[in-house]
């Protein structure tokens, strides 16, 4: 079973941010210097397995997977914007989704179960270990469920359902309501599987994914400060709207007090970035004169355009009083 080389990309990214080296984890590869970022290339089950449960192991996170699968918010940004050039439909995009799955990350299968009134999307694993699977499983299922959201117009109307006595932190994390089912599993009605995709959502995508990519790349993870890693995470997290400092503390192996005084030992504070990303955002999505007022408000996590308006007001008065320093 072979899988596609950029999901291992991805688990090297991800540990970075939890302290644990790529060279470290290049050594369960049977290729340890192969490009691992380069789409012509391809890994053994077995190589992403070692590196899994390595990350597993070293994290000790009986949540990991479902972290991880937030985490990946960035890229599912990505596929969204190639699913709406590929599929008219809610259902064209699932099972370009599953596609996707069965062509380069075959762990997980997508189920499509139908009724008369309901659809069932069921994802399951034919991996015998108990814990990489779930982990697994975790992930893929986090990753769909974001996919899912941002495509359809009412995502209210999904039901979640995870084979666990206990599923708090997947709501919270999720945000959203989750019942105790059988299976990793997302219900919907079949109206809704033959709906359009949300092609506001798609479009806002379409706008700011280049500015997410761009601003990711203004600081490589491992090389800057705390503060720049709390800024990749948010950005990385972005949905489009930004995290919550609940969300992204969870995936740091420290308490919340510690990363607030890491922060302020640099002069930063979760706030002041997030404030920062949504100025970032903000002028980019203004100069491009494409998107509402609105809409831009809505984008970047405000609950009303006056919110919005009174960041700009304050953010143009910073930018003046800096300058009249600078000078």
């Avoid at 089950?45 to 699968?69: A, M, P, Q, W």
């Avoid at 259902?91 to 596609?99: D, E, N, P």
């Avoid at 984008?299 to 009249?324: F, M, N, Q």
Wanted: aromatic share 10%.
């Amino acid at each position: 079973m072979k899988i596609f080389a950029p999901h291992i990309a991805n688990l090297f990214f991800y540990g970075a941010y939890q302290g644990i080296s790529e060279s470290s984890l290049r050594k369960n590869l049977t290729e340890g210097e192969l490009d691992v970022c380069n789409v012509d290339n391809w890994v053994s089950d077995s190589d992403y397995l070692r590196v899994l449960e390595t990350l597993i192991h070293k994290t000790n996170n009986s949540y990991f997977g479902l972290y991880f699968g937030s985490y990946l918010n960035i890229k599912a940004l990505g596929l969204i914007a190639e699913l709406s050039l590929n599929a008219s439909s809610l259902k064209q995009a699932i099972l370009f989704l599953q596609k996707y799955l069965d062509s380069t990350f075959p762990f997980v299968s997508l189920i499509i179960e139908q009724n008369t009134n309901q659809c069932t999307l069921r994802l399951i694993s034919t991996l015998e270990d108990r814990i990489l699977k779930n982990h697994i499983l975790d992930t893929v299922f986090s990753f769909i469920y974001r996919e899912l959201k941002l495509m359809l117009i009412d995502e209210c109307s999904l039901v979640l359902k995870l084979p666990y006595s206990d599923v708090d932190e997947y709501a919270n994390l999720l945000n959203s309501s989750v019942n105790k089912g059988d299976s990793h599993a997302i219900l919907l009605s079949n109206k809704m599987l033959d709906s359009e995709i949300n092609r506001k959502s798609v479009k806002e995508i379409d706008y700011l994914l280049p500015k997410f990519l761009m601003m990711l790349g203004k600081n490589k993870i491992g090389y800057e400060n705390f503060s720049s890693q709390i800024r990749n995470m948010v950005l990385n997290m972005c949905c489009p709207a930004l995290p919550t400092f609940m969300q992204v503390s969870k995936q740091f192996p420290l308490s919340n007090r510690t990363i607030q005084r890491k922060l302020t030992k640099e002069g930063q504070s979760f706030r002041k970035i997030s404030d920062e990303i949504r100025r970032e955002l903000s002028y980019y999505l203004v100069k491009g004169n494409r998107i509402k007022t609105q809409d831009i408000a809505y984008i970047l996590g405000y609950s009303e355009p006056s919110a919005y308006l009174h960041a700009v007001k304050r953010w143009d008065t910073v930018s003046r009083i800096v300058e009249e320093i600078s000078e």
